[in-house]
């Protein structure tokens, strides 16, 4: 196994960068799931297991330009022997984009043509049970699994955390047919949207005619999205529901939003998306019912509701990076390689105002037979006087915030863009920075050996030959200069 090492004139991105692979590679063990049983799988974190959207996102985050093998294996372990996705329904469809994402890196024509199978059976399935009269997808918010991600009405779910059972406690109010959450999200739908048009993509790649309903289905849900969810401040709200709307900020959302092209004017948005002393938060702002103090000191927030999580930093930065924005990109870039520094790894989530880990508050039983997180919270439930209030703790070494944090040394430092046949290399070093030394970059059949330098100027060449960009037929090793 070769792997990749980043040498800077920044002691703080080579450490944190270093620090991320060790979770990394910390986080890897045989799998027990899906189509890659037995074989290594990147599990969600220390004390968590897979997870279909950490898989995805992790691959997402540039896993198959290190580690592709281990990237394959660990989408597979999310599908099951009838080629469909499993773990939790409703942002799934995440895997779609990984599944692209690690193809793009690879050049695996077999495993293009398997996703393209499980993409297109999973989208076949939630249009049958989740898809609304308004065009858009019921279910959760992506990532935000547990209730203190959202408002009131989803705090009573028989004793349980997760937004899932909230439809078996209110089956009175709970929607026809499919699972039963009658909320549409925004993050989701954005995924959905991608996973429409990735579908075409797909299809060109393995030499197939597009089928025009996967086209159609986009157009018809970015109409759907841009007038259901987008506000006059050009900002999206969070999600609708038969009772309302909640017009609070979604981190992720947003950060969706811009890459998936749903915003006229990128630099004005990103001005207006509020952030926090130590980054974008998941949720903002938090709501009432958690209002108060963890100590003298510090602010309550719910868990899925105030928080600053690594994940929707890294996907913000990389929808910043990609507007053009780098200012705002490496804000976020800088909080997270501060926090991994200090710590040592990279934390579940942090408390936005002073950047320490932090699990936040949410509503549950402990016990309780929908208690689905207790197994890997155990002892460390902390009761708070006056309700079925828990302060949860951050959980240490998550794989998504070490692979997104190597996401923006890849995709905005080196500059490195897969497409289907070519990789193209345009950095982007923050302010300090003028050198960066990237080795064991795995592309297609070839491993590469990539050094930037600031210069005032953009060239790129292979092994001292002039190009525009690698091409995709190279095979071994290969050392590339790019300067900007």
């Known amino acids: 196994?070769?792997?990749?090492?980043?040498?800077?004139?920044?002691?703080?991105?080579?450490?944190?960068?270093?620090?991320?692979?060790?979770?990394?590679?910390?986080?890897?063990?045989?799998?027990?799931?899906?189509?890659?049983?037995?074989?290594?799988?990147?599990?969600?974190?220390?004390?968590?297991?897979?997870?279909?959207?950490d898989a995805a996102i992790n691959v997402w985050n540039g896993l198959p330009a290190l580690l592709p093998t281990i990237a394959r294996d660990t989408l597979l372990g999310e599908v099951n022997a009838e080629k469909e996705l499993r773990g939790q329904y409703w942002d799934a469809v995440v895997w779609v984009t990984g599944a692209w994402q690690y193809f793009l890196w690879t050049g695996d024509r077999g495993f293009l043509s398997l996703s393209r199978e499980v993409s297109c059976n999973w989208l076949a399935r939630m249009e049958r049970e989740e898809l609304g009269e308004?065009?858009?997808?019921?279910?959760?918010?992506?990532?935000?699994?547990?209730?203190?991600?959202?408002?009131?009405?989803?705090?009573?779910?028989?004793?349980?955390?997760?937004?899932?059972?909230?439809?078996?406690?209110?089956p009175n109010e709970r929607a026809e047919p499919g699972v039963g959450l009658?909320?549409?999200?925004?993050?989701?739908?954005?995924?959905?949207?991608?996973?429409?048009?990735?579908?075409?993509?797909?299809d060109a790649a393995l030499g197939a005619k597009p089928e025009t309903r996967y086209s159609d289905f986009s157009t018809r849900l970015r109409a759907a999205i841009l007038k259901t969810f987008r506000m006059e401040s050009e900002l999206f709200r969070y999600y609708v529901d038969p009772w309302g709307t909640d017009d609070r900020q979604e981190g992720m959302g947003h950060a969706y939003a811009l890459m998936f092209g749903l915003v006229d004017d990128p630099a004005s948005f990103i001005k207006s998306v509020k952030s926090t002393p130590h980054g974008i938060s998941c949720l903002w702002p938090g709501y009432d019912r958690y209002d108060g103090e963890v100590d003298t000191?510090?602010?309550?927030?719910?868990?899925h509701a105030g928080l600053v999580w690594p994940q929707v930093q890294a996907l913000w930065a990389?929808?910043?990076?990609?507007?053009?924005?780098?200012?705002?990109?490496?804000?976020?870039?800088?909080?997270?390689?501060?926090?991994?520094?200090?710590?040592?790894?990279?934390?579940?989530?942090?408390?936005?105002?002073?950047?320490?880990?932090?699990?936040?508050?949410?509503?549950?039983?402990?016990?309780a037979p929908a208690d689905w997180h207790a197994w890997?919270?155990?002892?460390?439930?902390?009761?708070?006087?006056?309700?079925?209030?828990?302060?949860?703790?951050?959980?240490?070494?998550t794989t998504w915030g070490a692979t997104g944090y190597m996401r923006l040394v890849l995709s905005i430092c080196a500059g490195l863009r897969p497409q289907v046949d070519r990789l193209e290399i345009n950095p982007h070093l923050p302010p300090g920075m003028n050198r960066l030394h990237l080795t064991g970059v795995r592309w297609r059949a070839s491993t590469l050996d990539l050094m930037v330098t600031r210069s005032g100027f953009r060239t790129l060449s292979l092994d001292g030959r002039e190009i525009p960009h690698v091409p995709a037929n190279i095979s071994g090793k290969h050392h590339l200069e790019a300067t900007f």
């Open 297 to 303: 000191r510090r602010a309550r927030f719910g868990r």
């Open 134 to 170: 308004d065009g858009l997808f019921r279910g959760a918010a992506c990532f935000q699994d547990g209730i203190s991600g959202y408002g009131d009405r989803y705090a009573h779910c028989g004793g349980s955390s997760c937004i899932s059972d909230w439809a078996a406690a209110n």
């Open 318 to 367: 990389d929808a910043c990076a990609g507007a053009g924005c780098h200012e705002a990109a490496f804000a976020e870039m800088d909080h997270l390689a501060k926090k991994a520094l200090r710590d040592g790894n990279f934390f579940e989530c942090y408390h936005p105002n002073d950047g320490l880990p932090e699990g936040g508050v949410q509503e549950i039983e402990p016990g």
């Open 182 to 202: 009658p909320m549409r999200a925004l993050s989701t739908n954005c995924l959905y949207l991608n996973a429409y048009d990735l579908i075409g993509k797909m």
């Open 376 to 397: 890997c919270l155990m002892e460390q439930h902390e009761p708070l006087p006056g309700g079925p209030l828990l302060r949860w703790v951050s959980q240490p070494r």
């Open 1 to 53: 196994m070769t792997l990749p090492f980043l040498s800077t004139d920044s002691k703080l991105t080579d450490h944190a960068f270093r620090i991320a692979l060790g979770d990394v590679l910390g986080n890897i063990v045989p799998s027990s799931t899906g189509m890659a049983a037995g074989g290594p799988s990147l599990m969600a974190g220390l004390t968590y297991e897979a997870w279909t959207r």
